[in-house]
C-alpha cells in the first residue's frame, strides 16, 4: 500500500562510483520529484518531472541525471560520487503538476553515504 | 542514532499543551503554502495546506494562520501528544514557480511526559 516507494533506504559508497536511486509511485500522480536534505535538515528540490517531461531542473551538478521511464517512476543517477553528495534524497509525487501549487506526496528517503 | 538537525530551532511543549509553530517567508509572490511532518527516519508527511486568499484553515487538532502583512505562518497543534514530535516545516509557492516548492528552515517539536 506504499504511496511513494524508494529503493535502496540505505546506500554506502566510494568516492568516485556511480549509483542510481529508483523511486516508484502509485498515486497515479503525473508530476514527480526529487528533493536532497542536507546534515542540517535543509530541504531543497534538484529536478520534477511531469509525464515523463522535465519542468524543474535546479542548479545541480550535471553528474546527476533524473531518468522517468514513466510518469509512475522517476529513478535518480549519479556519477563520480563525492563527499558532498552524501546527504538523504527523497522522491515527492503530486497529482498534475499544476502551477498554482498542491500537495506533493514523499518517499521515506534514501540514506546516501559517499567514503 | 542521527545527530543531524541538533541546531534547530527547538520547542519543548507539556503533553497537553497547545504548540504553536511559526514560519517566516520572504517570497511576497508566494500563494499557497504547505505544513509538514517529518519524524526520525521518515519522509515529509503533508499536515495541511492554505492558500494565500485565507488566513486560517483548520484541520483535525491543527490550525494553520497566515498572516499575508508580515508574511508570517504559523501552525498550532491542539492539546499536542508524545506522537506529535518530530521536526515541522513549512514550504511555500507561487504560481508561476510551477509547483517548485520551497521549505523554511524545520522547527524541532519535544512533547515531555
Known amino acids: 500500500d506504499t504511496a511513494v516507494s524508494q529503493t535502496p533506504k540505505y546506500l554506502v559508497t566510494q568516492m568516485g562510483n556511480d549509483k542510481s536511486i529508483k523511486c516508484e509511485q502509485n498515486?497515479?500522480?503525473?508530476?514527480m520529484y526529487w528533493y536532497k536534505q542536507d546534515s542540517k535538515k535543509f530541504l531543497k528540490i534538484m529536478f520534477s518531472?511531469?509525464?515523463?517531461?522535465?519542468?524543474i531542473n535546479e542548479t545541480v551538478p550535471n553528474r546527476f541525471s533524473p531518468k522517468s521511464p514513466d510518469k509512475a517512476h522517476l529513478n535518480l543517477h549519479i556519477n563520480s560520487l563525492e563527499l558532498g553528495d552524501s546527504a538523504v534524497y527523497f522522491c515527492?509525487?503530486?497529482?498534475?503538476?499544476?502551477?498554482?501549487?498542491?500537495?506533493?506526496?514523499f518517499g521515506p528517503g534514501t540514506r546516501l553515504l559517499v567514503l | 542514532g542521527e545527530n543531524v538537525g541538533l541546531h534547530l530551532p527547538t520547542l519543548s511543549v507539556q503533553e497537553g499543551d497547545n504548540s504553536i509553530i511559526n514560519c517566516a517567508y520572504s517570497n511576497s509572490a508566494s500563494d499557497y503554502f504547505i505544513w509538514y511532518k517529518q519524524e526520525s527516519g521518515k519522509g515529509p508527511q503533508f499536515i495541511i495546506d492554505?492558500?494565500?486568499?485565507?488566513d486560517k484553515r483548520q484541520g483535525q487538532r491543527v490550525t494553520v494562520l497566515l498572516n499575508k502583512t508580515v508574511k508570517h505562518l504559523s501552525l498550532q497543534i491542539a492539546a499536542t501528544q508524545p506522537g506529535d514530535s518530530a521536526v515541522y516545516f513549512c514550504?511555500?509557492?507561487?504560481?508561476?514557480?510551477?509547483?517548485?516548492?520551497?521549505f523554511g528552515g524545520g522547527t524541532r517539536v519535544l512533547v515531555k511526559p
Open positions: 518531472y511531469n509525464n515523463k517531461e522535465l519542468i
Open positions: 492554505i492558500r494565500s486568499n485565507m
Open positions: 514550504a511555500e509557492t507561487f504560481k508561476a514557480a510551477g509547483n517548485k516548492l520551497t
Open positions: 498515486l497515479g500522480h503525473d508530476t
Open positions: 515527492a509525487s503530486s497529482q498534475s503538476g499544476r502551477p498554482w501549487g498542491e500537495t506533493q506526496y
